[in-house]
């Protein structure tokens, strides 16, 4: 299976958490999404939304000033 890679630096929200949920919908059980993103309420978004909704969090960091990425299992 292949990495779905999304880059949604410059976007605000909730355009990072509406292309996560996207990328899941397509995405197979197991499947890993590395998401790239710069709106600061998504810091804490994202992460809820995968411990809602049982998508494990493999890492989330800040890569760059006001840019962070999270990469998750489907």
Request: net charge positive; aromatic share 6%.
């Amino acid at each position: 299976m292949e990495t779905i890679k999304i880059d949604t630096i410059g976007l605000d929200c909730p355009a990072p958490l509406m292309e996560l949920k996207k990328a899941l919908k397509r995405a197979e059980s197991g499947q890993v999404i590395d998401l790239e993103f710069t709106c600061p309420e998504a810091v804490v978004t994202l992460p809820n939304y995968c411990q809602r909704n049982k998508h494990e969090v493999i890492s989330f960091e800040q890569i760059a000033n006001k840019t962070w990425k999270i990469v998750l299992k489907k």
